[in-house]
Structures are given as C-alpha cells and as structure tokens.
C-alpha cells in the first residue's frame, strides 16, 4: 500500500521537476533502522573526532610534536563531515528527497567532494611520516617540522579544493557523485569527454593515488621493520641487553605503524565500494547497481569519519583514559587542558601523557 502511494507521489513529482530520493521507495521500517544508524554514525563522527582535536590541541605534550598537525587536519576534515554534510543527507534519507535548495544543495556536495576527499590525502600523508619516523628515527625531528607539516596539510587541502570545484563550474555535475542532492542526467555522467575525463580523473587522482602512495610506503615500511628485525636479531647473539633496550624502542614506532595501517585499512573497507561502483559505472551506464547502490555505498564510506577516534581508543589506553577524563572527572580534565594549579596527587598524569605522546610521535 505505501510503495503504490509513493509510486504515486514519485510520479507526480516527476512530472513537476522534482527529483525524489530511492528511500522514498523503502519500507517504512527501512528507512527508520537507516536513519537511526545514520544518525549514531553522525553523534560519533562529531563527539569523537572533537575530543581528537580538544586532546591533541591541549596537551602539553602533544602541542609540541610536529605529526600531530596532521592528525588534527585529517579530524577537521571528519569533523566537517558530521557537521555540514551528514545531518542534510540524514534529513534527504526520512523525507525522501532534497529540501535545502539548490545554492545549499551545491555547497553541501561541494563539501562533501572536498572533506572526503582530504580524509584520504592526510591518510597518505600519515603513512609518509609514519615511513620516516620508521627509516630515519634520528633524523626525524629534524624533517618532520611543525612548519613543514602545516605546509603539506596546506596543500593537502587546496589539492582537495581543487578537485571539488569543477562541478561547481559545469564540469560534470555533483549529482552524479553525490545520490542525495539530485538526479544525475546523462548529458552530465560519461556521455561527453569532459565529463567522462573529470570521472576518471577525479576517481584516479584522489582515491586511487592515495591508495597507490600508501601501498608503495607501507611495503617500504614492513621491509625496513623486517631489516631492524634481523639487525636486532644478530645484535642479540652479542648484546642481549643493548638489543632488548632496542626492541623496546622499536616497539612504540611499530605499534604507531599498525595502528595508522588499520586507519588506512579502515577507510578502504568504506569508501572502496562507492569507488569501485563509480568505475563499473563508467562502464556500464549510471543505473548499474541498482537506484539505491549510490547511496548505500556513499553512506558506508561516511561511516569512516567515526572510526578513527574509535580506532585510538581501541589502540592506546592514554586515548581512552584523555576521552574518560573530558566526561567524567571534571578536575582532571581541568588539571590537563585548563592549565590550572598543580594538583599534589598528579604522579600518575604524566606516564599517561607520555602513552599518548607515544602514539602520535612515534619515532622516539
């Protein structure tokens, strides 16, 4: 009975010129359950990513590492996602279609183009520091400055900038990328060669040159880790002590490798469906998948800008303990960030800082 009605109402739409969404189409039940998932995603996306940027921006400690102005830029890049772009595609999912006029309209998917994609950039450029703190541990410091890295962050996102605005401009149309604003019409997919060159070069430009950088400077990474290995391996025949003092030093910069590695793994796992669905379209025509492939597989690869804070959590016990102390002990936390005088019971403050100190900068 409700898929006649909305039959109805799409056509009716459609013959006024007004594009409805394919959740106006789903059962009722299915677009509740998919609009209270979203809606967990988007609390996470903005609670979590805020207490990366309030611990990394705050800490003592953290402020004076160079690395951290990246993990600050790529959670500014998530956080923008759970703030601007999520809450209008949450309302397009219950109401079935577009509401917020075509000016927001185009600024809510040139965001969306812009945000995702610096998420992956800084990606790239983590496993890239994480390569250099991996192959030169004691020149490090010296390379990785806190100038150089507001310079690459910098760039990272006047790189993103760049690739979101043709739409903007005509060329393609964000319609095509992004299912909830709008109906993509042929003229403005592949059936030209500047819009079939933006597809492909916007696909292998960002997501696949990031893809392509990460996978050449981990396989860089896991064999300078595997000759550490074998140097210690030997030194321990001779200095059994000098090389456990090794291993232990080793350790943290190994345990910051994985742990940025599950980020990166994280974010292929979600957006490579939307990708990969953008590249049999190319080929097949737009309508391959089915009318709700676009937007199932978009709403996974938004699922990403909340697992990172998940992901630190998970990983380092100093993370879990700064996200505990912004809301449950309120003196601690002002003790930490407000910079207020010293508390005598603070002996057990500074091995924490010094944990999470080890998984941003772990080169030491």
């Known amino acids: 009975m409700r898929t006649n009605i909305t039959d109805q109402c799409c056509a009716e739409s459609l013959n006024s010129g007004e594009f409805r ?8 039940s299915a677009v509740i359950v998919t609009f209270l998932l979203m809606i967990i995603i988007n609390v996470a996306t903005i609670v979590g990513n805020m207490i990366v940027i309030v611990a990394v921006t705050k800490i003592d400690a953290l402020k004076k590492m160079a690395n951290n102005q990246a993990v600050i830029s790529l959670a500014v890049a998530d956080l923008l996602v759970g703030l601007l772009v999520m809450p209008c595609a ?3 999912i219950l109401v079935g279609r577009w509401r917020f006029g075509h000016i927001w309209g185009k600024l809510n ?12 950039m800084h990606l790239a450029l983590l496993s890239v520091d994480r390569y250099i703190a991996i192959s030169r541990p004691l020149g490090y410091v010296s390379i990785v400055t806190k100038s150089r890295a507001r310079i690459a962050c910098f760039f990272l996102w006047m790189y993103s900038t760049f690739w979101a605005l043709p739409p903007l401009f005509g060329v393609s149309s964000y319609e095509c990328f992004i299912p909830y604003v709008g109906k993509c019409l042929k003229k403005d997919w592949v059936q030209t060669q500047l819009a079939l060159a933006f597809t492909v070069a916007v696909v292998c430009g960002t997501y696949g040159s990031a893809v392509v950088v990460m996978f050449y400077v981990y396989t860089k990474i896991f064999i300078a880790i595997y000759k ?3 140097t210690i391996g030997v030194a321990m025949d001779v200095l059994r002590r000098n090389s456990l003092e090794t291993a232990r030093i080793n350790s943290p910069a190994k345990k910051g490798v994985i742990t940025v590695l599950i980020v990166i793994g994280t974010y292929m796992v979600c957006w490579s469906p939307f990708c990969i669905l953008l590249f049999i379209q190319m080929s097949q025509g737009k ?8 937007l199932v597989t978009m709403f996974i690869g938004f699922a990403n800008s909340a697992c990172n804070p998940i ?3 998970i990983r380092h016990r100093a993370f879990r303990e700064a996200a505990k102390a912004l809301f449950l002990r309120n003196e601690f936390f002002q003790r930490i960030f407000r910079k207020q ?6 002996s057990s403050i500074r091995p924490r800082t010094t944990t999470l100190t080890s998984f941003l900068q772990l080169s030491e």
């Open 228 to 230: 550490q290995s074998r």
């Open 90 to 92: 949450i309302d397009s």
């Open 287 to 294: 309508e391959a998948g089915g009318p709700a492939a676009d």
């Open 21 to 28: 969404l394919v959740t106006s189409l789903w059962p009722f």
């Open 341 to 346: 005088r010293p508390v005598q019971r603070s």
């Open 109 to 120: 998917a040139f965001g969306n183009f812009c945000f995702c994609i610096s998420s992956i």
């Open 311 to 313: 992901i630190y959590c």
